[in-house]
């Protein structure tokens, strides 16, 4: 499995880089290295979470952290990035429905790999079902997308910016991990550590829920708003809203 990850990572990367040459930006590598790095250090959100890896899968880092969770950090922000790819231009009139549509099949593409990931015994949960006959795999899906619908919100605003500036986004994909596992995430496990009873998990659980799909209400609003603020071309370059700009006072002039 870690040969066919490593091959999945180098391909992956690659892709980034080559895009982002295409692009002239640097968002894209730099995302996925950070991602990776966060998959690196995941092991506190895996022991919340109750999330056991094979015992046959390779180790790194003092023995603690699993190889492929490092190397398989980059599918974290792959929807994001395939999304951003896609939007950067132009994706017509893009409505707070549609951003919900884009946000479902977020959500389905990391319920599938949980699935996958299950299913091919690289790891297990503690507690197959969470609470209220609801799989542990579909509240991790659910804290993935929120993460992954406000990296592809933040990746709207530092498009076409310095490289110095772009390196605030590691530190905002790292405190993104804090937000959603870490604080959105709390109820559940809190209430699955202290007390054990079904009834107060339940209710941890509806609480992280109501919380994900708060988070996920002002993201949605906001890549509305990406195309309400800009007349309908939230997605073309900096660059191209300087040039448009410059055309106009130049016909403005000329009248």
Do not use: K
């Not at 929807?79 to 479902?104: C, D, E, K, N, V």
């Not at 977020?106 to 969470?130: A, K």
Request: aromatic fraction near 14%; include cysteine; glycine fraction near 10%.
């Amino acid at each position: 499995m870690e040969i066919v990850l490593i091959l999945a990572t180098i391909l992956a990367l690659a892709a980034c880089v080559l895009f982002g040459m295409a692009t002239r930006t640097q968002v894209f590598i730099l995302v996925a290295l950070t991602a990776m790095v966060g998959g690196a250090g995941s092991a506190l959100w895996h022991w919340l979470y109750g999330i056991v890896y094979a015992d046959t899968l390779i180790n790194f880092i003092g023995n603690q952290v699993p190889l492929v969770a490092f190397l398989g950090g980059w599918v974290m922000v792959f929807p994001a990035l395939l999304i951003f790819a896609t939007l950067r231009r132009r994706f017509g009139q893009i409505t707070y429905t549609q951003s919900w549509l884009i946000g479902l099949a977020v959500f389905f593409f990391f319920w599938i790999i949980e699935g996958i990931g299950v299913s091919i015994g690289l790891w297990s949960y503690d507690n197959e079902t969470s609470a209220m006959s609801i799989p542990m795999g579909v509240l991790l899906a659910l804290l993935h997308t929120l993460n992954a619908m406000i990296l592809l919100r933040m990746l709207f605003e530092y498009w076409r910016v310095t490289f110095v500036t772009t390196l605030q986004l590691p530190l905002i994909w790292l405190s993104l991990q804090v937000l959603t596992y870490g604080i959105i995430g709390a109820p559940y496990y809190v209430m699955s550590f202290l007390t054990g009873g079904s009834v107060m998990t339940a209710f941890g659980l509806l609480s992280t829920i109501v919380l994900v799909g708060w988070g996920l209400h002002i993201v949605m609003q906001g890549l509305a708003s990406l195309q309400n603020s800009l007349g309908g071309t939230a997605y073309i370059s900096n660059f191209e809203v300087l040039a448009e700009l410059e055309r106009v006072d130049r016909g403005a002039s000329d009248l």
